[in-house]
Nanobody, 116 residues
């Protein structure tokens, strides 16, 4: 059974940092493109970062470039998202995702709240 479980969210002050984790079961992260998405209240879900299968090349949405870092640990089958210099607008539920045969798999999400 495929399962994604996110963790690591919390309440952090502006300028702080967090490391979000995504644990996978039922498949190997290294075999797929893995994305991190977020959804703020009243807004659509948006992709913020992804890491490619194989060479692990990364892509970031413009607003998060330089602050977000996506990485993976092949041995632990984990994907991480480090968020530095948190801003109020980073407040959202963060999800990891992968797509197989046109179907999107999501975890339950982890809440990130940035306070001033």
């Amino acid at each position: 059974e495929v399962q994604l479980v996110e963790s690591g969210g919390g309440v952090v002050q502006v300028g702080g940092s967090l490391r979000l984790s995504c644990a996978a079961s039922g498949f190997r992260f290294n075999d797929y493109i893995i994305g991190w998405f977020r959804q703020a209240p009243g807004k659509a879900r948006e992709g913020v970062a992804r890491i490619s299968r194989g060479d692990g090349s990364t892509y970031y949405r413009d607003p998060v470039k330089g602050r977000f870092t996506i990485s993976r640990d092949k041995d632990k089958n984990m994907v991480y998202l480090v968020i530095n210099n948190l801003k109020i607008e980073d407040t959202a539920v963060y999800f990891c995702n992968y797509r197989k045969l046109g179907y999107d798999y999501w975890g339950q999400g982890t809440q990130v709240t940035v306070s001033s």
